[in-house]
């Protein structure tokens, strides 16, 4: 069975760092790209941040560009976001999210992890 | 980026009743859509993908059609289980995108 524990999540103050880690189980870690995706209380997802099987390729929505760092360890089997410089816009429940193609980025997502909120408030 | 937008943003349906939700992608997504449901305090659940293929496990009630930019998605005979929100998301082109979301209400 797969699954997905994030963790790390928490209140922040305004131009702080977060770190958010995604504890993977249950399929070959290293064979699949994943993601992050957040919802902000009470509105729509948000795709954030992606990352191929190997950790060679890398997307992120504009809106956290230069601010988020996706990496991931194939060893360990877990998936990080390095957030930095966050906003009152950021605060939302982050997911971890499995690609359903198998060494291909661009596919649908077809696990999540159970979510952790990240609240951004001085 | 490739711009989403589902419609209608919510309505009320009763149980039995066939509901179609659509989606239209700002620019030609060939068939790279996905479709979720997500129930309150639950993560989404992938329903449909490659525009039309039913994930396993999901009701046959279920159903998705559309390339290019327009897309549907069906419920045949709505069940009491299936009053959520539903999304749909693209993964032509990344970063991927998701639509607004359409709430599917009780009447």
């Known amino acids: 069975e797969v699954q997905l524990v994030e963790s790390g999540g928490g209140l922040v103050q305004p131009g702080g760092s977060l770190r958010l880690s995604c504890s993977a189980s249950g399929f070959t870690f290293s064979s699949y790209a994943m993601h992050w995706v957040r919802q902000a209380p009470g509105k729509g997802l948000e795709y954030v941040s992606g990352i191929s099987n190997n950790g060679g390729t890398t997307y992120y929505a504009d809106s956290v560009k230069g601010r988020f760092t996706i990496s991931r360890d194939n060893s360990k089997n877990t998936l990080y976001i390095q957030t930095s410089s966050l906003r009152a816009e950021d605060t939302a429940i982050y997911y971890c999210?499995?690609?359903?193609?198998?060494?291909?980025?661009?596919?649908?997502?077809?696990?999540w992890g159970q979510g952790i909120l990240v609240t951004v408030s001085s | 980026a490739i711009r989403m937008t589902q419609s209608p943003s919510s309505f009320s349906a009763s149980t039995g009743d066939r509901v179609t939700i659509t989606c239209r992608a700002s620019?030609?997504?060939?068939?790279?859509l996905a479709w979720y449901q997500q129930k309150p305090g639950k993560a989404p659940k992938l329903l449909i993908y490659a525009a039309s293929t039913l994930e396993s496990g999901v009701p046959s009630r279920f159903g998705g059609s559309g390339s290019g930019t327009d897309f549907t998605l069906t419920i045949s005979c709505l069940q009491s289980d299936d009053f959520a929100t539903y999304y749909c998301q693209q993964y032509y082109n990344y970063p991927s995108t998701f639509g607004g979301g359409t709430k599917v209400e009780i009447k």
């Open positions: 620019q030609a997504i060939g068939t790279y």
């Open positions: 999210v499995k690609g359903r193609g198998l060494g291909v980025l661009s596919s649908p997502l077809d696990h």
